[in-house]
């Protein structure tokens, strides 16, 4: 992993920091693809798509009636018409996705166990254990 190389983060609150997190998530899911590393891929994938999905903005309810379309229904028209600005998440919220993440895949490793799939479990586990590695300053 190369999240200790990058150093720790100047202020843990600014989306400087956040981007710098993403990308050195993405760095890494790109070096675990070359590596074959099957649990760190699975895990920086399901986490950066959850980081996306959170900084997507919700659709609007309805389009005012003077930006319609005539030809179809509810559809909006003109330049930029489908553009949306997305969120834009802290460093700290994207770490709280992050321990969400994790603590969804300790929780079904316990439930794993549980049922006798102990190969299951650790995978899961050595999921956690990469997101978690993102954690530490």
């Known amino acids: 992993m190369t999240a200790a190389a990058a150093g720790p983060p100047t202020d843990p609150g600014t989306t400087e920091d956040a981007q710098a997190l993403r990308s050195l998530m993405r760095a890494d899911l790109r070096a675990a693809m070359k590596a074959r590393d099957r649990e760190v891929v699975s895990a ?9 999905n ?3 903005v919700e659709a609007p309810a309805a389009a005012p009636a003077d930006q319609g379309s005539e030809h179809v229904a509810g559809a909006r028209s003109g330049v930029g018409s489908a553009e949306a600005v997305r969120r834009v998440l802290s460093a700290e919220d994207v770490r709280a996705l992050l321990r969400e993440q994790i603590t969804e895949r ?5 439930g794993y166990e549980t049922a006798g799939r102990a190969d299951a479990a650790d995978r899961l ?10 954690l530490t300053p």
């Open 44 to 52: 920086l994938r399901t986490a950066l798509a959850a980081i996306d």
């Open 125 to 134: 586990r050595r999921e956690a254990d990469a997101l978690a590695a993102y």
């Open 54 to 56: 959170a900084e997507a």
């Open 106 to 110: 300790r929780t079904e490793a316990g």
